[in-house]
């Protein structure tokens, strides 16, 4: 048996996480926006992928530090080069995997 | 013989559909594994059953609140506080949704708000990424949030009965999904001004990560460099 209390937490969890998921596709789906809005929303995806990616890279711990010498970090370069001169995710996937693992291995 | 002049309106077949949805998600995927795994034994270890777990994954879909929805339970947390965090974790979305929108446009709001489910980082790079470069169809996109969701929720479970027997970081599949971003950065590298607001993304993002505690550094980053991005494009100061 499920706890009723446990229930109700991941019906405020799910809900609470839907509902910014759900209402911007629902309303700017259907209606013109205004020029200076679709240039920022097209600078939105390089700009959060650019933010997900570089904490990763060079921070570490709990509080975060910089760490220019992670394994992370130094792995990045070559993955970066190979993604921009074959432009393969699944290639660039797997050699990003290899060379952790061989870095984790041997630095 | 058939006139194909208008591919576009052609149907598309439901087998070419899932197809090329599974190829573009399987990194996906092989990224969630791994956390889902952990996600799973650290859960079990927090006292949840395995049926709770699943039923977490399945009702929230997004891996790092219910990291912290676990630990903030086995500190003895209650409902509210849970839920505040996850809402603040999970206001992100927002952005991802926003830029995804433009390319859902007729299609009906019942698959809008099943989409709209399945936003999370990961689905949303690959997504744009081929809404932009390709002729990417939403029901394409849709495959891919609904493969990842399925690996999402099932790697939860498998790690809720068994992730204390698999080695942590085997084959350096924790790396998979920065290598996934790595690469999903480099599409989106389309002329100078992509590259100067990711070189200021990002550096704002390490600052912010070193003195903001949470994850509120990736929507303050992004807002703050598409911002700086569109003002230097209207004042030309950086063209594309």
């Not at chain 1, 394994?71 to 699944?90: D, E, H, N, Y």
């Not at chain 2, 439901?14 to 650290?42: N, S």
């Not at chain 2, 676990?70 to 809402?87: D, E, N, Q």
């Amino acid at each position: 048996m499920i706890k009723s209390e446990y229930l109700l937490l991941l019906i405020g969890m799910g809900l609470v996480t839907y509902i910014p998921r759900w209402v911007p596709i629902f309303f700017l789906s259907r209606r013109e926006l205004p020029p200076w809005f679709a240039e920022w929303l097209d600078l939105i995806p390089v700009a959060i992928l650019s933010a997900l990616v570089f904490p990763e890279l060079v921070t570490g711990g709990s509080p975060r530090f910089l760490d220019l010498f992670r394994p992370q970090f130094v792995v990045a370069v070559p993955t970066f080069l190979f993604a921009l001169k074959t432009r393969s995710l699944g290639g660039t996937v797997v050699t990003g995997m290899l060379l952790f693992w061989l870095a984790e291995k041997f630095i | 013989m058939v006139n194909n002049s208008k591919p576009a309106a052609e149907p598309l077949a439901a087998t070419f559909i899932f197809r090329e949805g599974i190829k573009a998600g399987w990194p996906i995927c092989l990224g969630y594994f791994p956390i889902g795994l952990a996600f799973g034994v650290l859960a079990q270890q927090a006292g949840l059953h395995p049926v709770e777990i699943g039923l977490m994954s399945l009702l929230v879909f997004a891996g790092s609140s219910q990291f912290i929805a676990v630990s903030m339970l086995s500190g003895g947390a209650s409902v509210l506080p849970i839920v505040l965090t996850t809402f603040v974790v999970n206001l992100r979305h927002l952005l991802m949704s926003s830029s995804l929108a433009v390319y859902l446009r007729h299609v009906h709001k019942t698959w809008t708000a099943l989409f709209s489910y399945g936003v999370t980082d990961e689905s949303f790079a690959v997504n744009l990424t081929r809404f932009r470069d390709s002729n990417w169809d939403w029901r394409q996109a849709l495959v891919v949030n609904q493969t990842a969701n399925l690996a999402w929720i099932a790697s939860s479970i498998v790690g809720a009965y068994s992730g204390q027997f698999i080695p942590a970081g085997a084959f350096g599949i924790d790396y998979a999904l920065i290598a996934m971003f790595l690469c999903l950065l480099v599409f989106q590298l389309r002329g100078r001004l992509y590259v100067i607001t990711a070189i200021v993304s990002g550096l704002l993002a390490v600052l912010l990560a070193l003195f903001v505690p949470g994850n509120s550094y990736i929507v303050l980053a992004s807002v703050l460099a598409a911002t700086f991005g569109v003002v230097c494009r209207r004042k030309d100061i950086i063209n594309d």
